[in-house]
């Protein structure tokens, strides 16, 4: 499985981004997705995820109600869209999948597959 994430940047406070993942190597639509970020010296850090049919969310308390995750099956794309972005969000964003078709857990390392991060600066 290689995943690849691309869309970070650098924005000002109050802007928004919206991150892409590609997925490819096996049937992208029968397992979950989520997004983890982690800045330098702090562990890996859950933000979002999505069940295999988008049908079920999940979202860190930090950034629920300013991000949305999303995916299109038939693209093998997962998507992070980003708003009212504070200095705090500041991280490298990474995609990653497991083997759970609705699970999306919140401990990094129960993931087997990353991609390979994307920067997201946000300047106050």
């Known amino acids: 499985v290689q995943l690849q994430a691309s869309g970070g940047g650098l924005v000002q406070a109050g802007g928004s981004l919206r991150l892409s993942c590609a997925a490819s190597g096996r049937t992208f639509s029968n397992y979950a997705m989520s997004w983890f970020r982690q800045v330098p010296g702090k562990e890996r850090e859950f933000v979002a995820g999505?069940?295999?049919?988008?049908?079920?969310?999940l979202y860190a308390d930090s950034v629920k109600g300013r991000f949305t995750i999303s995916r299109d099956n038939t693209k093998m794309m997962t998507y992070l869209q980003m708003t009212s972005l504070k200095p705090e969000d500041t991280a490298v964003y990474y995609c990653?999948?497991?083997?759970?078709?609705?699970?999306?857990?919140?401990?990094?390392?129960?993931?087997?597959?990353w991609g390979q991060g994307t920067l997201v600066t946000v300047s106050s």
């Open positions: 999505i069940s295999w049919s988008g049908g079920g969310t």
């Open positions: 990653a999948t497991g083997s759970w078709k609705y699970s999306s857990p919140q401990t990094a390392r129960e993931y087997d597959y």
